[in-house]
């Protein structure tokens, strides 16, 4: 139920524009979006819910689409700090697994000035 | 507000030894999920603890276990070192009124294992 990433990794000039998508074969309740950095803890970006809720970062926007089981984050005039490796967590619709997230490999973002 | 916390930081085991890492949850938080997270990878779901309580279980063997305490902070086990146990290890915690809500778990530093 592992959800596919891509791009694997992606190489930015300060200020342009990054898109990190995120695919399930499985219905899904929600997805979240992490980004760690080397050596430190996921942090917590944005969670987007079956139903069209979102919670997250004021700054990072991402769109889930329950239809195709995908989502996207959508990283704008990134800045040298969005370095990291950003993952994309999924929640299954099934009642008993609520509260599992079942994590991507990853998409490390390289942000250069 | 303390986030998560997780000691020790970093662990040094031989094959065949046991480990117990441990982890305190965020403040107002009574729900803990343990994840292991190998080089380049992603974390994987080991088992989540509510009520102490293993509520749910990920695909690791036995040798895997852990314990929730009443003040919701949580211990991971693991016996019988395997060379293919060193990773680094996940704790995250969660509130169960937000489970059907969007459970936004908020993740611990980790515990860095080796197993030599």
């Known amino acids: 139920q592992q959800p596919v990433q891509s791009p694997q990794a992606v190489i930015l000039r300060e200020g342009e524009d990054a898109v990190i998508n995120c695919s399930s074969s499985k219905a899904l309740y929600s997805v979240h979006w992490y980004r760690q950095k080397h050596g430190e803890a996921p942090v917590f970006l944005m969670i987007l819910l079956k139903g069209g809720e979102q919670k997250g970062h004021e700054k990072i926007s991402a769109s889930f689409n329950e239809k195709k089981q995908q989502s996207s984050l959508y990283l704008t005039a990134s800045q040298l700090s969005y370095s990291g490796t950003y993952f994309c967590g999924t929640e299954s619709e099934r009642g008993s697994t609520l509260g599992r997230l079942y994590f991507g490999r990853g998409t490390q973002l390289t942000v250069w000035p | 507000d303390a986030g998560v916390t997780q000691s020790p930081t970093h662990l040094i085991k031989t094959r065949g030894q046991q480990v117990t890492l441990r982890c305190s949850p965020k403040?107002?938080?009574?729900?803990v999920s343990w994840y292991q997270q190998a080089l380049g990878q992603g974390p994987q779901f080991i088992f989540q603890y509510y009520e102490e309580e293993e509520r749910q279980r990920g695909n690791f063997p036995d040798r895997f276990s852990g314990h929730q305490f009443p003040n919701y902070s949580s211990e991971l086990n693991v016996n019988a070192l395997l060379l293919g146990d060193s990773a680094l290890y996940l704790c995250?915690?969660?509130?169960?009124?937000?489970?059907?809500?969007?459970?936004?778990?908020?993740f611990g530093a980790g515990t860095r294992l080796s197993v030599l």
């Open positions: 995250a915690s969660s509130t169960d009124r937000g489970r059907l809500r969007g459970n936004i778990q908020y």
């Open positions: 403040s107002g938080h009574d729900t």
